[in-house]
């Protein structure tokens, strides 16, 4: 069951839909202790994304053509009006941001390994996202924090992905409390 709320915000998000379930879950923040490769995170939202957001982004942060403009659209690569594949990345990061991964912190990229875009992004498509914990690292030189390797797959309302990406998320651990610190 969703439920849908308009969004205006210049991101590109024409309607945004939430689980109801997912509004009663709260989440506690995870530590770096906390998470294990092989942890699955689901999405709880969707972004539905319309021509108007697509061509307003394109406007200001990636202004070809085939982002713009319906004509030169189809006679693209693309046959039709697609989102910038950045436009695509700002929306899979609103939804990592609501999804039931919720690190210590917040998320706190520390770079990709992977960022692709297997198919455009079009008017009507309605995205949600998937993760996936690939690895786990502690920090050798920062003991109180750690990398977390996650892939990340949006994908439309088919089922399909548009964007495929492996990031590193820099994630707090657990601290111990100073009296166990400091003993021997």
């Known amino acids: 069951m969703t439920t ?4 205006t915000a210049p991101t590109g998000l024409a309607r945004v839909s939430r689980s109801k379930r997912s509004k009663r879950k709260q989440t506690m923040p995870l530590y770096l202790d906390d998470i294990v490769p092989g942890q699955r995170f689901n999405g709880t939202m969707r972004i539905r994304i319309d021509e ?18 319906q004509a030169a659209a189809d ?12 436009h695509t990345a700002a929306a899979t990061m609103r939804l990592l941001v609501e999804s039931e ?13 992977e960022l692709r875009w297997p198919r455009p992004l079009r008017a009507g498509d309605e995205l949600r996202v998937e993760s996936e914990v690939l690895e786990v690292r502690p920090s050798k030189s920062r003991p109180y924090q750690g990398l977390v390797k996650l892939r990340i797959i949006t994908l ?4 399909e992905p548009v964007q495929i990406s492996v990031g590193n ?14 003993r021997p």
């Open 156 to 159: 439309n309302q088919n089922h």
């Open 52 to 69: 108007a957001r697509i061509k307003t982004f394109a406007a200001e942060f990636d202004p070809q053509p085939f982002h713009l403009d």
């Open 4 to 7: 849908d709320t308009h969004v």
């Open 75 to 86: 006679a693209s690569i693309f046959h039709g009006l697609a989102a910038s594949g950045w």
């Open 101 to 113: 991964f919720k690190p210590a912190g917040g998320i706190v990229g520390a770079g990709f390994d």
């Open 169 to 182: 998320i820099l994630v707090p651990r657990r601290r111990e409390p100073e009296d166990k610190q400091n």
